[in-house]
């Protein structure tokens, strides 16, 4: 599976977009993008994926390079409960066993 | 939405006894479901991969033994802990695949074995 890398942390005021970034140059052609998140204490929760097109959703909105070399993940108006580490998992679709990397630690501040 | 449920939340035990962990998918059927394991401060670790009905998979450096596996039903799994020492003491997650969506996780089962 194509490896990602992410920033391991980040920090986003309260009511403004934010933005994470994921790079995944190595990706092939039949795997999709995955991001999750994880509160803490608790399991991870499906946030967005794609392969090729942006995608939007009620969570967020996820932005493919068209060499699909890299994403971002945008939250558009960052919460304090948005607060967690952001994963970015590359996979071909029917491969349903997620790998977790190191993930992005996001704080949302007031 | 579908639903991945786990229990207990959150147990404490002696060393040396053993500690069954249920993952249930409370609304659709699930052939396999996956056992993740994730120490403090660090990211989700595959343990093994659950199948109805046959053996389950493990990840390499995961002792069958140790961590018992039993998918005998298409809505529960179970990990048993055998013989939990301190070290065993983490956080383990269970997911489940819903038909045409993404992979769905529980909320996780805290153990502490003192």
């Known amino acids: 599976d194509a490896k990602t890398t992410q920033p391991p942390s980040m920090d986003c005021a309260e009511g403004r977009a934010a933005n994470l970034p994921c790079n995944h140059s190595t990706i092939s052609g039949n795997e999709y993008v995955y991001w999750y998140r994880q509160i803490h204490s608790q399991g991870p929760q499906y946030i967005i994926h794609?392969?090729?097109n942006n995608e939007t959703n009620e969570m967020a909105s996820l932005i493919i390079t068209e060499d699909r070399k890299s994403s971002t993940l945008i939250l558009p108006h960052a919460t304090l409960r948005d607060t967690a580490v952001y994963y970015c998992?590359?996979?071909?679709?029917?491969?349903?066993?997620?790998?977790f990397g190191a993930g992005t630690r996001l704080t949302v501040k007031p | 939405g579908a639903v991945v449920s786990q229990h207990p939340s959150w147990v404490i035990c002696k060393s040396g006894t053993s500690v069954k962990i249920e993952c249930r998918s409370l609304d659709f059927q699930a052939t396999t479901m996956f056992w993740y394991r994730q120490f403090p401060k660090q990211s989700l670790m595959l343990m093994a991969t659950s199948n109805e009905g046959s053996k389950a998979t493990y990840e390499q450096g995961v002792e069958k033994d140790k961590f018992l596996i039993n998918h005998a039903s298409l809505t529960l799994s179970t990990l048993t802990v055998t013989s939990a020492h301190p070290e065993d003491s983490s956080f383990y997650i269970c997911?489940?695949?819903?038909?045409?969506?993404?992979?769905?996780f529980g909320d996780g089962t805290r153990l502490s074995i003192l």
């Open positions: 997911s489940a695949v819903p038909d045409n969506q993404p992979q769905h």
């Open positions: 794609g392969l090729k």
């Open positions: 998992i590359v996979r071909v679709i029917n491969n349903n066993d997620m790998r």
